[in-house]
């Protein structure tokens, strides 16, 4: 009996002791999220700041105060476009047949260029018809796929950037057509492309051949002074 007493009243069992890399990982784990919290807080306080200067921005535009930091506003609070668009011509009419845009874009008066520059087209001049293109064709635009194949194709890639070719039929005159090669990106220093138009009746066989023709050409530098050629 007293040997059962004595047992059960021996020392009580040591209570496990946390192990110190848990203790550091819990420690690194609480000093992450103070950090968390306190970036969360700051966060806040800029996009109070920020929500407050937007707020104050659109009332500004309301009341029509311009921008102090805009270049081009006005005390009126309108503002200047930084570039003048530039309409291509209407299609399908003899002005939208010859119409470059290129050149327009290159002589646009707020283009910046080197102030002794003056770009500009040259007058058209009669422009001869290679041999190779003479014949007739089923329809107009067969006549201009050879001329601008013969005229333009070998340089494509190499001396110049892209050709366009058009043709417009005339309303009055269903045996008339006019046709149009237009180049661009010319590797040439004066010549930045050409134009070439012609004129393309319908023979007594229903077929087309190539009539007279003029070409102009458009300079990066400037025109010569009786406007026949780039400087």
């Known amino acids: 009996m007293l040997l059962l007493i004595a047992a059960g009243c021996g020392p009580d069992e040591p209570e496990p002791q946390a192990d110190p890399a848990d203790q550091e990982r819990i420690a690194e784990l ?6 968390a919290e306190e970036r969360i807080r700051d966060l806040e306080v800029d996009n109070e700041n920020l929500q407050a200067a937007l707020e104050a921005a659109q009332d500004a535009d309301e009341d029509g105060t311009p921008d102090e930091d805009d270049p081009d506003a006005d005390p009126n609070g309108d503002t200047e476009p930084a570039d003048t668009a530039i309409d291509p011509a209407q299609q399908r009419t003899a002005e939208g047949l010859i119409d470059q845009l290129r050149a327009r874009i290159l002589q646009a008066e707020d283009r910046e260029v080197p102030d ?20 007739t064709y089923d329809t ?7 001329l601008a194949t013969e005229i333009e194709a070998a340089a494509l890639g190499t001396e110049q950037w892209e050709t366009t070719i058009r043709v417009l039929l005339d309303e009055d005159d269903p045996d008339l057509a006019y046709g149009a090669v237009l180049s661009w990106g010319f590797l040439d220093d004066s010549v930045a492309g050409r134009d070439v138009r012609i004129t393309l009746t319908r023979t007594d066989d229903e077929r087309w051949q190539p009539g007279g023709a003029e070409q102009r050409f458009h300079c990066r530098r400037g025109v010569s002074d009786d406007g026949e050629v780039c400087v």
Do not use: D, I
């Not at 107009?140 to 050879?146: D, K, L, R, W």
């Open 140 to 146: 107009p635009g067969e006549v201009m796929t050879a």
């Open 116 to 135: 002794e520059w003056e770009p500009g087209s040259t007058m058209w001049q009669p422009f001869e018809v290679p041999s190779a293109v003479a014949g």
């Open 30 to 35: 609480e000093a992450s999220l103070a950090e």
